[in-house]
Each structure stands twice: as C-alpha cells, then as structure tokens.
C-alpha cells in the first residue's frame, strides 16, 4: 500500500527542482499592500480569482451552506440529508444542470459575488452581468436561499445563480510548464475522463490562442477550481466594485492555493512557515537508510506549533463527525462510515483531508503508540504518525485526500486494523509508507 510521486521534466533540457512540500492544501491572502510587496499585481496577464474567506461580512464559511436540488425535511446538514448528486460527483463528469436549486445557509446574511460550490460556482446577479460582457460560455439555474434551522427564505439584497461554465481544454502547456503528476498506488500518472492529474505545478505556461474569452476556467485538476481572467477584468470598474473577489496572478496562484490564503494574513504566514521549525523547537534529524533512495530519510519531532496545529484540526474533524448524526462506540467506525458521504463534497476536500486525517493520525497513535513525526524524503518533508520502531509511517493527510478525490477503494478501518501486526512484517532498514 505504498504511494509516492515524481517530478515531471518540463523538456529534455529543462533541470527540475523538486516542489516544496506544504503542510496544508489551500490558499493564501490578499490586502491592499500585496500587490507592492511582491510587484506581481501590473506584470501578471493572468489571474486566478479566489473568493476573500478571512472573514469578510457577508461571505460565509465553508460549512455554513448546503444545496439541494429539491427543498428537504428537517436539518439540511444532518445525516438524514446527506445526498450526491452529479454535480457534485469529483472527476469531471458530464451532467446538465437543474432549472433551480435549494441553498441552505446557516447565516442570514449572504453578500458574496463568487464562491466555489461543489464542481461549480454560486455567482451572484451582478457578477454574471460582468461575466456576460466577455461573451462567456456557461449554463445558469436560478438558486433559491433558505435559512437552515427555520427553512426561511431568507431577504438578502443579492440574486444568486449556480452556473456552470464550459472547460476550455487543453490549455496548459506541459511542454514548458513545470509540474509533479498525481501518481495512482501503481505509481503511473492518474488519467481520468481526459484530464491530467498534476500534484503540483512549479511553474504555470498557457496556450494563449487555446483561452477562449477574458474570463475562462481550464479543465485541470489543479487550476480548474478557480476561474482564471486577463488584467482587463480585474480592471473592470464593475468587478473592482463586487464583493470579497481576490485576483492572484498565475505566477502566485499556486503558492497562493497552497497555503490557504483566501482564510486571511495570518493563517497564510502560520502555514507558509509549516515545516521550517525555530530552532530551539527542533529535535536534531536522525536518517535511516532506503536503499531505492538516493538521499537519507530525516526525521524531526513536530514543533509545538505543529502539534497545537494537528490537535486543532484534530477537534475540527471529530466535531464534523459528530454533526453527521451518524452514532458509533467506535471513532474509527464512524470515520470509515462517513469518508464516502464526505466524498461528494469535492470543493472541501482539502480542508477535510487534514481534519480527518488528524483524527486518523490520533486513533492510530492512542491505540498503538505511533508518534507524530516530520518525515522528510529526498527533500520532500510531511507530517506522519510513525511507529515506535520507525520501520512503518503513514501520510494521513495525503491518505484521507486521495480518498476523497480519487475513486480508491476506503480501506482505512482495514488499514487500521493491520497495524496491530506490522511489527512482524519489517524488513531490514527500509521504511514503509502505509497510504
């Protein structure tokens, strides 16, 4: 059960250097003096729009809205109410949007112009005008806002519509970009419904004459969450003046994505630094011997921000469990019950990779005394539980996210279970990563 990657070369020429692993998936933030520090902002062509969640009113939080395609009985985010749908299914599939749809909110007041919902986007009537002047391909439903506790139509002062744009294919050039491929547990790059699973992109290069219209949005596992614009939209007068929109060019958008800034300064600056301890904090690396790798392994203990960090995301996740509805005697139980049904929500995986996975990594070191660990591979460091041997590790953040976006088989009650007896099973120096 082993997984790992590779680094993709742009060109035969072309020298890779290995991508910096972050500790979270996500994105970075946006105030008045970014575009002086970084002098990106009037050079950048191409943007990746992102909606502001630091905390902006009027713009709710990730766990806040629910849609339906049909109103529903009693808490729209109980269990009884966990449903998929198409549009919500990961791995770009073809489907044809409803004429209207149910949006469940938890607070009334709803002032967003964009936001990301399953594998579309919440856009609001004044952002489609704006879109509509650039000629862009896309379906609309009309989206109905209900109050969740009391199934109140709420009175907020915007018209939303869930809209689903056309992919513009084939537009990122990896002949002379710089990317790491998403690699399936046979190591071969993933290919699915016609789309290139990248890891990560170093470097971002687009075929120019393949954009179809200022605003566009890629088929792509990575930039296809966003929609992308040209420097005459984010000029726009319009746009400049719609609500909790971040415009992030290409050249900062994965760093950007990467490190959750669209949740504010500060958590951008905490989770950029994950993985580069103070000193004082650190543990010095011992490094086992891997004879497939050309590079020791380093271990380091977490610093205690890492650990304050995981504990956090830890109670995140058991708190989402419980909100399930779902009742088990046994955490791990109820973790396994729920991977699928979390599955559909697509847009959140990432956050849900690393509350869930903390769970995991917490069930597996309170029953069999692993300890959490920063595990660094040919230069490429990760947060894992290890066991007390060290022959044996897992990247539970890396597991839970591949659950959640791939189609692999939920075996995580299965590999929980075997670690009992892995002691038996270690094999001279070499050191197993269990994903």
């Not at 949005?217 to 726009?236: F, H, M, P, Q």
Request: charged share 25%; with cysteine.
């Amino acid at each position: 059960m082993m997984v790992s990657s590779v680094m993709t070369k742009a060109s035969p020429d072309a020298k890779m250097t290995r991508a910096k692993h972050l500790f979270f998936i996500g994105s970075f933030f946006y105030e008045e003096d970014w575009k002086n520090k970084t002098g990106f902002m009037d050079k950048a062509e191409y943007y990746g729009i992102f909606t502001d969640q630091s905390g902006v009113e009027g713009i709710p939080g990730s766990l806040q809205l629910r849609m339906f395609e049909a109103e529903v009985q009693g808490d729209p985010f109980g269990r009884e109410n966990a449903v998929s749908y198409d549009w919500t299914k990961a791995g770009f599939n073809e489907y044809r949007l409803k004429l209207s749809f149910i949006l469940y909110s938890k607070v009334d007041y709803l002032n967003f112009d964009y936001y990301r919902y399953a594998n579309d986007f919440l856009i609001s009537e004044d952002f489609l005008n704006v879109i509509d002047q650039y000629h862009v391909q896309y379906e609309k439903a009309v989206v109905k806002v209900l109050n969740a506790a009391d199934h109140r139509e709420l009175e907020h002062s915007k018209k939303y519509y869930f809209v689903k744009f056309r992919y513009a294919e084939d537009v990122v050039d990896f002949e002379q970009s710089k990317f790491e491929d998403a690699l399936s547990d046979k190591g071969e790059p993933i290919l699915h419904n016609g789309v290139r699973y990248v890891k990560n992109y170093e470097k971002i290069v687009l075929h120019e004459d393949r954009i179809p219209a200022d605003i566009f949005l890629i088929k792509d596992a990575k930039l296809g969450y966003n929609l992308l614009c040209r420097t005459s939209v984010k000029e726009n007068p319009a746009v400049q003046q719609l609500n909790g929109l971040i415009f992030i060019p290409l050249d900062e958008f994965m760093d950007f994505r990467n490190n959750h800034g669209s949740l504010g300064k500060a958590a951008y600056e905490r989770m950029k630094n994950r993985g580069q301890p103070k000193q004082h904090d650190a543990v010095q690396p011992t490094a086992a011997v891997d004879m497939n790798r050309k590079l020791p392994i380093q271990y380091r203990e977490l610093t205690a921000e890492e650990r304050t960090e995981v504990e956090r995301l830890a109670g995140l996740g058991k708190s989402r469990l419980t909100a399930t509805g779902y009742k088990s005697a046994w955490l791990i139980d109820q973790l396994a019950h729920d991977v699928d049904n979390l599955k559909s929500n697509h847009t959140n995986a990432e956050y849900l990779a690393y509350e869930l996975g903390s769970v995991y990594g917490q069930l597996i070191s309170n029953q069999y005394g692993w300890h959490w660990t920063y595990i660094t591979v040919d230069g490429e460091g990760t947060i894992c539980v290890q066991s007390p041997d060290r022959y044996f590790a897992c990247k539970v953040h890396h597991y839970f996210y591949s659950l959640l976006t791939t189609d692999r088989t939920n075996n995580l009650k299965l590999l929980f279970n075997m670690m009992e007896d892995l002691s038996k099973a270690k094999t001279q120096n070499e050191i197993t990563f269990l994903n």
